[in-house]
C-alpha cells in the first residue's frame, strides 16, 4: 500500500460528514505546519455546501501524541518563543469550538497533551476502548497550553482534572468515559462509523451541541473550587517546590473558574509562553529526547540487526539485587529459573520475590489475579538441569571474582550457545569475569539498581568483545520488563556508580572540614535528590560503603577520600536504616530524626582525619556546599565522558536521572554542569583543591573545556577520546 503523505487531509462521505485526518507518524505530534493543516481543512469544510458536520481523526492508530516537542527544543535554542502558534483561541476556540458545524473527535490509541486538547475542543468525543488519554506537560516543564487547563475541568469536574494534570496521569477511554470525558467507546473499526453518526445526530439536532468552553455543570460552587484549589497547591508545593509549572497550571485553572474560561484561556496562553523559556522546561524537554536517544547505538541498532526472542531467564542468587531482577522478570511474562546455592538461601530468595510481587499489590500497582500468574512463572532450582533451554543468564551473586569465573564456566557448559552470559556486577572488570571462557562475545554487564522491579535504570556494560547481537537482545529485554537500557562501557563502577562516587566522598570530606551533615543532607535534598548522603547510606547499609570505598580508592586512587567514621560507626553499634540507628534515628511509622548522639563519634573521626585547615571547621555557605559535594561528581563524569565510558552526554544525563534520581528537571548531570558552566567548576575545584588536597583536583577535561570556552556537552571528536572503551 502507498504511504500517505505526511500532513492533514479531508475526505467528505455521501453522507454529508468531512473527515479530517492527521498524518504525521509515529505518533502524529502536531507539528507547526499540522496544525495549520487542520485549521485550513476546518474552514475549507464550513465553506463547503456538501458538509453538514466533522470528524477528525488521526492515521495510524494513534490520535496524537500532542504539540511538536521539537518546536520547545528550538525555543530552548534560540530563545524566541514567538515561534509558538496561537492555537488556543485561534483554532480550538474561535475556529473548532464556536465553528458553524459540529465536529466530533474519534480517538483511538492515544491522546495526549495538545492531542487531547484537540478532542475536547470538539463537540464529542469518541472513543477506541483502552485508548490512552492524559495531559502531561507539567512532565515537560509547560502547562497544557491549547485550552486544556480550561477545556478538561469543564468535562471531568475540578478535582479529576487537577489530579490528571498535576500528576500527569493517564487516563483510559473506559475510566475517560465514566469521567465524562469520552461520550462513547467504540470499537477501532467501528469508531469512524459512530463517530459520523455521532456528529451528524448533532448536527440534525438529535444530540446536544455542547461547546465545552460554555459548560459549567461540572465546576461546582466557587467556594468549593477555592477548597480544592487551596488543598492542590499545598499538595504541588511538596510533590514539586522546586518547580514553577504546578502553581502556573493552578493559576490558570482558578482564573477560569473565577473570570471564566475565555479569561482562563488567556492567562493558560501567557503562563504557557513564559513557562517554555523556564530552566525547568529546558531541563525536562532535554532528558525526553535524551532518554529516546539511548535506544540508537551506532553499530549496534543501526546494522539491521533483529533481537532474538528471550524467554526464559535462569538468574543465579536469590538475595536482595537476584530477587528484584527476578521479580522484574516475571512480571513481564518472561520465565524464570532461579538457583541457589542451598534450599535456605532459594526458599529466602522465593519469598523476597513473593513478597516484592505481593507488595505491588497491596500498592494497587497490580491485581490479585494477575499476582498468582505473575508467581507461576517462578521456579527454584538448586542445579543446573533447568539450563538447557535457558535464553540468557543472569548471575547475581556476592562481588568475588574466582566465583564469578567459576559460574561463567560452568554456565558456558550446562546453556545452550546462543544463551547470553549475562552478570549483575556492579564493580568488577567484565573481561576478568569471562576469563575462564570462550564465549567471551556473549558476556555482557546487566546492571541493575537496587531495588531492581522499581528503579528504571538498566546499564548494559558492554566489553571490546561483547556482540552487537548480544546488545540488542538485552536492550530489547530491558525495554519489554520497562527499564530504560542505557549501553556503556567497561570500568570500575561504570557509569553511574562511577560518577558519583565522589557524591558520597565529597559530602564526607565536607563532613570532616568541619560543616554540620544534617545540613548538608538538607540542602542536598532542597536541591532536588529525594535524601541526602547521610541518610542514603543510613538506608544503603554500611556494609555497602566498607566494600564499595575500598574498590574505589584501590581504582581510582589520588582522588578519594577516607576516613575512619564509617568503622566508629559500626563500633558504635550503628549499621543505619537497617537496625534503626545512624547518622538519623528510625522508627516505625515516623520520618528518619537527626541523631545528636552521632555527633561526637564525628568529631572523633574529624580528629583522626585532621583535614580541617589550622584544626577549625571551615565557614561555607548553603551554595557552596551544594557545590562542593556535586562539582566533584561533575569532575568525575568528565573523565566518564573523555574515557568513552558512555557514548554521548545526554546518556550519563539520564543515567544520573534514572539511577541516581538527579532532579530531572535539572536535566541531568552535565546539563546541569553546562547551566553551571564548566569554568565556574573548573575554577571552584581549582581553588578547593589548593586549599583541601587532590579530591578535588579538576580533570583535564573539565579543565580543557573550561579553557576553551567549550560545553561539556559537546561530542568528543574520535581523535581526542583517550581511551575509548566502546
Ligand atoms: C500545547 C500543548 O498543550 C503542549 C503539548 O502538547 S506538549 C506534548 C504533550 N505530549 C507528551 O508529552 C507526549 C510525549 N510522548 C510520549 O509520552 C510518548 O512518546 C508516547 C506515549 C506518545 C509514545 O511512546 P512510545 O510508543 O514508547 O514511543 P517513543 O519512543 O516515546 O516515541 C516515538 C517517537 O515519537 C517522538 N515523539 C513522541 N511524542 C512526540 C511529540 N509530542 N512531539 C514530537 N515528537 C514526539 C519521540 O521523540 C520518538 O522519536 P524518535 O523515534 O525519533 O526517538
Given at each position: ?136 506537560e507539567l512532565t515537560l516543564g509547560v502547562i ?21 494534570m498535576l500528576l500527569s ?64 497547591r499545598?499538595q504541588a508545593k511538596q510533590i514539586a517546590g522546586n518547580m514553577p509549572q504546578h502553581q502556573a497550571c493552578l493559576d ?19 503562563l504557557?509562553?513564559e513557562l517554555v523559556?523556564s530552566d525547568t522546561s529546558k531541563g525536562l524537554v532535554?532528558i ?238 532542597d536541591f532536588g ?134 532532579p530531572s528537571y535539572r536535566g ?59
Amino acid at each position: 500500500m502507498a504511504k500517505r503523505p505526511v500532513g492533514v487531509t479531508l475526505e467528505v462521505g455521501n453522507d454529508g460528514v468531512a473527515v479530517i485526518s492527521i498524518n504525521n507518524p509515529p505518533v502524529n505530534s502536531l507539528a507547526i505546519p499540522i496544525l495549520a493543516g487542520i485549521k485550513e481543512k476546518f474552514e475549507e469544510a464550513f465553506k463547503r455546501d456538501d458538509v453538514k458536520a466533522l470528524v477528525v481523526f488521526g492515521q495510524g492508530g494513534k490520535f496524537s501524541g500532542g504539540f511538536d516537542i521539537n518546536v520547545f527544543g528550538h525555543v530552548h535554542k534560540t530563545g524566541d518563543n514567538s515561534v509558538l502558534p496561537d492555537v488556543s483561541i485561534d483554532l480550538l476556540v474561535n475556529t473548532i469550538g464556536d465553528g458553524k458545524k459540529p465536529a466530533v473527535a474519534a480517538v483511538e490509541g492515544l491522546a495526549l497533551g495538545g492531542g487531547l486538547e484537540l478532542a475536547m475542543g470538539c463537540h464529542a468525543r469518541i472513543a477506541a476502548p483502552r485508548a490512552q488519554l492524559g495531559l502531561p506537560e507539567l512532565t515537560l516543564g509547560v502547562i497544557p497550553g491549547f485550552g486544556g487547563t480550561q477545556l478538561l475541568p469543564r468535562l471531568v469536574g475540578l478535582s479529576k482534572a487537577i489530579e490528571i494534570m498535576l500528576l500527569s496521569k493517564s487516563i483510559t477511554s473506559e475510566e475517560g468515559k465514566k469521567a465524562g470525558l469520552i461520550d462513547e467507546i467504540a470499537s477501532s473499526s467501528e469508531l469512524l462509523n459512530v463517530a459520523r453518526h455521532w456528529a451528524l445526530d448533532i448536527a440534525e439536532r438529535r444530540k446536544p451541541w455542547l461547546r465545552t468552553l460554555h459548560r459549567t455543570d461540572k465546576l461546582g460552587s466557587l467556594a468549593e473550587a477555592r477548597n480544592i484549589l487551596k488543598m492542590a497547591r499545598q499538595q504541588a508545593k511538596q510533590i514539586a517546590g522546586n518547580m514553577p509549572q504546578h502553581q502556573a497550571c493552578l493559576d490558570a485553572i482558578e482564573e477560569g473558574v473565577v473570570h471564566g474560561a475565555y479569561s482562563g484561556v488567556l492567562r493558560e496562553e501567557k503562563l504557557f509562553k513564559e513557562l517554555v523559556l523556564s530552566d525547568t522546561s529546558k531541563g525536562l524537554v532535554h532528558i525526553f529526547f535524551a532518554q529516546r536517544t539511548t535506544s540508537k547505538v551506532p553499530n549496534v541498532t543501526d546494522i539491521g540487526l533483529k533481537p532474538r526472542p528471550v524467554k526464559k531467564v535462569a538468574v543465579i542468587g536469590g538475595g536482595l539485587m537476584g530477587s528484584g531482577i527476578a521479580t522484574a522478570l516475571i512480571l513481564s511474562n518472561i520465565y524464570v529459573v532461579l538457583k541457589e546455592v542451598n534450599s535456605e538461601y532459594l526458599l529466602k530468595g522465593i519469598k523476597a520475590i513473593e513478597a516484592n510481587v505481593r507488595g505491588l499489590v497491596s500498592r494497587k500497582k497490580l491485581a490479585e489475579d494477575k499476582a498468582e500468574k505473575t508467581l507461576s512463572l517462578l521456579k527454584g532450582a538448586l542445579d543446573y538441569s533447568e539450563f538447557k533451554d535457558v535464553d540468557m543468564v543472569i548471575e547475581a551473586v556476592v562481588e568475588n571474582i574466582s566465583l564469578k569465573q567459576k559460574l561463567f564456566s560452568e554456565f558456558e557448559k550446562v546453556c545452550p550457545p546462543h544463551c547470553i552470559l549475562a552478570t549483575n556486577t556492579s564493580t568488577i572488570d567484565l573481561n576478568l569475569v569471562g576469563e575462564r571462557t570462550k564465549s567471551q562475545d556473549r558476556i555482557v554487564g546487566a546492571h541493575f539498581f537496587s531495588p531492581a522491579h522499581v528503579m528504571p535504570l538498566l546499564e548494559i556494560v558492554r566489553t571490546e568483545k561483547t556482540s552487537a547481537q548480544v546488545i540488542v537482545d538485552l536492550m530489547t529485554v530491558g525495554k519489554i520488563i520497562k527499564k530504560v537500557p542505557v549501553v556503556v562501557g567497561n570500568c570500575t563502577g561504570f557509569a553511574v556508580n562511577r560518577a558519583f562516587f565522589p557524591y558520597n566522598q565529597g559530602a564526607q570530606f565536607l563532613l570532616h572540614l568541619g560543616v554540620d551533615p544534617f545540613r548538608i543532607d538538607q540542602l542536598i535534598s532542597d536541591f532536588g535528590l529525594p535524601m541526602g548522603p547521610f541518610q542514603l547510606q543510613d538506608l544503603a547499609g554500611y556494609g555497602v560503603a566498607v566494600a564499595v570505598k575500598k574498590i574505589f580508592a584501590s581504582a581510582f586512587a589520588g582522588r578519594t577520600f577516607d576516613s575512619s567514621l564509617i568503622d566508629l560507626l559500626i563500633k558504635s553499634g550503628r549499621n543505619g536504616k537497617n537496625n534503626g540507628k545512624g547518622y538519623y534515628i528510625y522508627e516505625k511509622g515516623s520520618k528518619p530524626k537527626p541523631d545528636p548522639s552521632v555527633l561526637p563519634i564525628i568529631e572523633e573521626s574529624r580528629k583522626l582525619a585532621n583535614v580541617m585547615p589550622g584544626g577549625k571547621p571551615i565557614s561555607v555557605t548553603d551554595r557552596e556546599i551544594v557545590e562542593m559535594v556535586l562539582f566533584p561528581v561533575v569532575n568525575e563524569s568528565c573523565r566518564v565522558l573523555e574515557e568513552g565510558i558512555v557514548i554521548r552526554a545526554s546518556d550519563l544525563d539520564v543515567a544520573s536521572v534514572l539511577g541516581m534520581s538527579f532532579p530531572s528537571y535539572r536535566g541531568g548531570i552535565i546539563f546541569w554542569a553546562d547551566t553551571v558552566g564548566a569554568d565556574y567548576i573548573y575554577r571552584n575545584l581549582k581553588k578547593w583543591s589548593e586549599a583541601y588536597g587532590s579530591f578535588y583536583k579538576p580533570s583535564r577535561f573539565l579543565e580543557e573545556r573550561a579553557k576553551r570556552g567549550i560545553p561539556l556537552s559537546a561530542p568528543i571528536s574520535t581523535s581526542s577520546a583517550t581511551n575509548s572503551r566502546l
